[in-house]
């Protein structure tokens, strides 16, 4: 069995040998195509390389050798936990969190933000590059046609373990009944910007109109929807704290019904998303 015949004949040139005689001349695909086959047919008889025990070691040793020296197994293409930047505690980690908290979610491995694909894109754009200056990563995007959705996904164990570390859970956040991480909380700046991450995400300014006397009035009132009590009564708490008049409905929203407080509302915590501000 001899290799390809122009290397053959590449090989006879360069060391001035004769090429043997050739038997039979079969195309280039056949090794690959039996080579396959007889694979096929020893794992059916002695079943596959190795014992469940045997893998399991051979790749704790794989993960151990890659921590120690990831630079060199990403040089060689292997995949390895991705790299970000820590940020430190300020008020642009505690909107992101915020941000996170109304209309993210967390898996081991990622984290995925949710906008809608025509109202949103403006303030996608914002929480994207929100991201690459707190994380030095470009998480990637993508759109969901089918359900009106843009997502920004967030990708690598070393990220979620900040997020975790920083009071953000994995998985169903109702089921969970999440909550706003205390270090927020007892910081009153970190407070508002927190706020207007989750209003930015879960709320929105309406335009209220009624007809009195053949004569149209309208009002802007504002409204914060979440399945979280301990979320909505956060956003309760804080807007009580800047002077504000909140009211519950339901248990679902949390509302500011008078068009004054919706200014003065947007003079002390503000907006990152375009599409609330368009309302003003």
Known sequence: LLPNKEKIEKFAKLFQKKIPFVLEEREEYWTRKYARKAAQAMLKKYGPPGTPEGRRKGGLISQQLRRKNPEYYRGIGVIVRGRISIPRIGLELAEFIGTVLGDGSLTKDQCSIYFNMKKDKEYADYIEKLIQKLFK??????????????ILLTSGRNLIDFLTSKGLKIGNKVKQQVDVPLWIKKNFKFSLKCLRGLMDTDGGIFIHKYKVAGKI???????FTNKSQPLLDFAFTVLRKIGLTPKYQGEKKVWLYSEKEVVKYLKIIGSSNPRLLKQV
């Not at 990563?137 to 843009?150: F, I």
């Not at 009035?217 to 409204?223: D, F, M, N, R």
């Open 217 to 223: 009035y309208c009002y802007k009132k504002i409204c």
């Open 137 to 150: 990563y470009n998480p990637y995007k993508y759109t969901r046609e089918k359900y009106g959705v843009l």
